[in-house]
């Protein structure tokens, strides 16, 4: 367990306009909640993480339910976040994972997921789970509870978990639970501005982080660039 926070490697979005608004970027050994609704760009964001923890030396590690390695790879080289390099040479390994379909499929899940999380540790430095929505929907929110008070033992062994949810997933005061147990939460919505639909990132905080967070992020998601910032000004003429 890293005693010093100073010690502490950062995890970079890879943009140096978004890490400034995270505060620098995030401390490893951190829990992160990713939050928002439907096409808010979860997902992108996701992706913009692990190219950034990849791009900085992290070793890393996606379960994901939204896509296979193939579909994954192709959406992310078409948002000039390629990593084929990487799962080739072994610093990035990817986990397609069945949604859950009812609470016996959701308690496996969560029961093999920890075991591996296991097997990961010490050869893998972030993972990324993506998403947990269909998994927490199938079982009491105490059993959701308990299975992150379990991934947090790994962060104290300095694994970073990132985790996505719906907005739809709880209702608030079970996110208000789940948020004070992660070191990081972002949060994610759409907002239609005069005819334009944008994304805004909100950083509603990150535990250690070098400056201040608390910022919002705008942001449309372009073919071939990727997350394009949009300044606020911009957004609201």
């Known amino acids: 367990m890293v005693s010093e926070v100073s010690e502490r490697r950062v995890v970079s979005t890879g943009s140096a306009e978004i890490d400034k608004k995270m505060g620098g970027g995030i401390p490893e050994g951190s829990l992160i909640l990713v939050e928002g609704s439907s096409n808010a760009g979860k997902s992108v964001v996701t992706q913009q993480l692990i190219h950034g923890a990849l791009n900085g030396g992290f070793r890393c590690a996606l379960y ?73 929907s199938q079982v009491p929110e105490s059993q959701t509870l308990a299975f992150l008070t379990a991934v947090k033992e790994f962060v104290d062994e300095n694994m970073t978990i990132f985790m996505t949810l719906h907005s739809h997933a709880f209702e608030e005061a079970m996110f208000m639970r789940i948020r004070s147990l992660c070191d990081a939460h972002l949060r994610l919505r759409t907002e239609e501005v005069r005819d334009q639909v944008i994304k805004v990132l909100e950083v509603a905080k990150v535990r250690g982080a070098e400056k ?26």
């Open 212 to 237: 201040t967070t608390g910022n919002i992020i705008t942001f449309d998601v372009e073919p071939g660039l990727g997350m394009r910032i949009i300044p606020m000004s911009s957004a609201k003429a």
């Open 64 to 136: 994901t339910t939204e896509n296979t390695s193939r579909s994954l790879f192709r959406q992310m080289s078409s948002l000039s976040l390629d990593v084929t390099d990487f799962y080739l040479l072994g610093a990035l390994n990817v986990y397609p994972v069945p949604a859950a379909m009812n609470p016996e499929a959701a308690n496996d899940a969560f029961d093999r997921l920890l075991r591996h999380l296991g097997r990961l540790q010490g050869r893998f430095d972030c993972v990324f789970l993506d998403s947990l929505t269909s998994f927490v």
